[in-house]
């Protein structure tokens, strides 16, 4: 949370520097005076490290749209904790230097090549995949690596459907059989995740238990979304559980993105055979797993990284594109404690999205 806060508190700094002497510059200048080319903006770092030490705001020149590629106008683009880990050199995914920062947003396309049917100009897109690099006004890409998503909703909405939605959707129909009635539990429920967890399950008839930390200021927001039950962390260790128990059936699926001793306790209020989903460690802490909830309880242990699961599902590509307008069209999507501000209103024709409490990884 503290690299995000300082990425907002910076970011106006790091967008205006002047980025000097680079042949990228100069190659921009030249295709300025070429016909048929276009330039861009992007924030590009060349290392890793702290954002405010490697990024630079560059003019790029865009390749040719060949018959095969698109050219997109980026709207709007989110900032994630992975987006500041891949700055960072820690996350997974390790791009090629010089590279833009950025993994997900929205772009509306501006041209298609001449082989290009599943776009046209006007369409919205969104990646399919990470290290997209999203943190720039224009981008020409390869049709097959966007998904072409409905515009009668929000430019929030399409920006941020890529990755935490979609994750929810994922871990809610995976891992377990889930059926009108059946409960889940889930800590970081006030995350981008959490939010769309709770909308996705409330539209399927499934209950939801709620954890938060020892503060109740959003447990309005997340009941009026759709939440069965929100409490605390220190509520797992007591009799209340017992109560809710009383009233819903212990939960099959549990969902984890926090880590640490308080993860244990969730493990510990699933039922038997019942499936505790990893995706995310904000804690930092190893989570425990109590023997007697693996020996009398048989209960399972499943991580889940959605850029993975995109890898290994080549077909999900079609798959995610029925499901995305589904998600959003009916069922999703809305999110709170979503900050939004430009980068550089006089100027920038990309707005980064801050999104202040966004726990996935």
């Not at 939010?195 to 939801?208: E, F, N, S, Y």
Request: charge should be positive.
């Amino acid at each position: 949370m503290r690299a995000l806060r300082r990425v907002r508190q910076t970011w106006g700094s790091v967008w205006c520097r002047a980025w000097e002497g680079n042949e990228h510059q100069r190659t921009a200048q030249r295709a300025e005076g070429t016909r048929n080319l276009h330039i861009c903006s992007a924030l590009v770092y060349r290392q890793n490290g702290a954002h405010a030490d490697v990024l630079r705001l560059e003019r790029m020149a865009l390749p040719p749209v060949d018959k095969h590629c698109v050219r997109l106008k980026i709207l709007a683009a989110p900032v994630n904790p992975a987006d500041i880990n891949m700055l960072q050199g820690t996350y997974p995914i390790r791009p090629t230097f010089p590279a833009v920062g950025g993994n997900e947003g929205v772009g509306e396309v501006i041209e298609v090549g001449s082989d290009v049917t599943s776009l046209s100009p006007g369409d919205w897109a969104i990646p399919v995949g990470a290290g997209f690099g999203t943190w720039r006004t224009e981008a020409v890409c390869d049709a097959s690596d966007i998904i072409k998503v409905p515009k009668d909703i929000s430019l929030l909405g399409a920006a941020t459907i890529g990755v935490n939605p979609c994750t929810a959707y994922r871990m809610l129909h995976d891992f377990q059989p889930l059926r009108p009635g059946d409960t889940v539990i889930q800590n970081g429920a006030n995350s981008a995740v959490g939010q769309a967890v709770i909308q996705i399950a409330a539209a399927l008839g499934v209950k939801t238990i709620c954890i938060i930390r020892d503060r109740y200021e959003h447990s309005e927001d997340l009941l009026s979304m759709g939440a069965d039950y929100v409490v605390t962390e220190e509520t797992l260790k007591g009799s209340e559980m017992e109560r809710i128990f009383q009233e819903v059936p212990r939960p099959k699926l549990g969902l984890n993105c926090v880590g640490g001793p308080y993860s244990g306790y969730l493990l510990s209020q699933l039922d038997h055979d019942g499936t505790l989903v990893t995706y995310g460690g904000m804690a930092r802490k190893p989570l425990p797993v109590p023997a007697k909830a693996l020996i009398f309880k048989n209960i399972h242990l499943r991580g889940f990284w959605l850029t993975m699961w995109k890898r290994d599902n080549r077909k999900g590509k079609q798959e995610h594109q029925h499901e995305t307008p589904k998600l959003l069209g009916g069922i999703l999507i809305t999110t709170t404690f979503l900050h939004t501000r430009p980068i550089r209103p006089s100027q920038a024709a990309v707005q980064c999205k801050s999104l202040r409490y966004q726990l996935y990884i």
